[in-house]
């Protein structure tokens, strides 16, 4: 069966410092790779997807980057987080866009 | 590109009452919708979609849906709801392209009045 992993659960970083959030697929290969924020009151926003390694498409400007180094991983990053990327980070897959997403139970992520 | 709206941030209503979870989508090609929930402190999870034929899908849970492609609509219907149905529940799109991305409503948060 497929698994999603993605970590840390939660984690405290001062301003400024790099960030790396991991999120790896079991079980499956080639599959459609998801980076979401959620926010309250402002649902989940893609930040963004990957259709194969090497592939990424950022949908919204932002201080944060990501990459597929492998089939199965995909890696959030900021070089210097900002107060404003606090929020809670859900990492998705799926076999195409007409298959439902699988999510992981998200990182919570707190810019002090 | 492909979009959706959640009218409603909050829906309350009373328990054993019928509820309707509204969403409207945007899109300039043929699409597939979804309806996922999030129960409180958990992950998403998939409740119910719509891929082609029959209009009206259903959930296990006594959820259905109706999509209509005349209003754009996908509206998420429970005759009934328990105080179990509470979560926030989203609306979410994809156009027919394997590669194509899952855009994601705002959410709708139902709260279950006893």
């Known amino acids: 069966s497929q698994t999603i992993h993605q970590w840390p659960a939660t984690l405290v970083q001062p301003v400024g410092s790099p960030l790396s959030l991991e999120c790896t697929v079991e079980?499956?290969?080639?599959?459609?790779l998801y980076w979401y924020r959620q926010a309250a009151g402002r649902g989940l926003q893609l930040l963004f997807y990957?259709?194969?390694?090497?592939?990424i498409s950022s949908e919204v400007p932002q201080n944060l980057s990501a990459s597929r180094p492998q089939d199965r991983q995909f890696i959030l990053s900021s070089k210097k987080l900002l107060l404003s990327d606090s929020g809670f980070y859900l990492c998705?897959?799926?076999?195409?866009?007409?298959?439902?997403?699988?999510f992981g139970q998200g990182t919570r992520l707190t810019v002090v | 590109a492909q979009s959706v709206t959640q009218l409603d941030s909050q829906v309350p209503v009373f328990e054993e009452a019928p509820v309707e979870l509204r969403c409207n989508y945007s899109?300039?090609?043929?699409?597939?919708l979804f309806w996922y929930v999030q129960y409180p402190n958990q992950g998403l999870q998939l409740l119910l979609k719509?891929?082609?034929?029959?209009?009206l899908v259903e959930s296990i849970n006594g959820f259905e849906a109706e999509f209509n492609k005349s209003q754009t609509s996908f509206h998420l219907r429970k005759p009934s709801v328990h105080i179990s149905d509470t979560a926030e529940y989203f609306c979410?799109?994809?156009?027919?392209?394997?590669?194509?991305?899952?855009?994601f409503g705002k959410g709708t948060r139902l709260h279950i009045l006893p």
């Open positions: 998705a897959w799926s076999r195409g866009s007409r298959m439902r997403a699988f």
């Open positions: 079980g499956t290969s080639n599959p459609n």
């Open positions: 990957s259709v194969g390694i090497g592939q």
């Open positions: 899109s300039s090609v043929s699409v597939y």
């Open positions: 719509y891929l082609s034929g029959s209009t």
């Open positions: 979410a799109v994809s156009a027919l392209n394997r590669d194509d991305k899952i855009i």
